[in-house]
């Protein structure tokens, strides 16, 4: 049983980052740039597609080697 406590225990904090991270994300760029990104799904989601997208682990290139 303490194991199974431990795992949820784990999976919580994983999803409270997850779902945090982009907010923290949105917060710092207003914060820094004085910009008025409104804190939505939208946005949220957008912050997903944007580090999604700046991660790039999807296409390798083996340039001839």
């Known amino acids: ?4 406590n ?11 980052v997850a779902a945090l991270g982009p907010l923290l994300v949105i917060w710092s760029l207003n914060t820094l740039f ?12 957008a912050v997903i597609i944007l580090g999604m997208f700046l991660k790039g682990d999807g296409v390798k290139f083996n340039n001839g080697k």
């Not at 049983?1 to 199974?4: D, G, L, P, Q």
């Not at 431990?6 to 409270?16: E, G, P, R, T, Y």
């Not at 910009?35 to 939208?42: A, C, D, M, R, V």
């Open 6 to 16: 431990k795992i949820l225990l784990w999976l919580i904090i994983l999803v409270a």
């Open 34 to 45: 004085a910009l008025t990104i409104p804190f939505t799904i939208e946005t949220w989601s």
């Open 1 to 4: 049983m303490m194991k199974m």
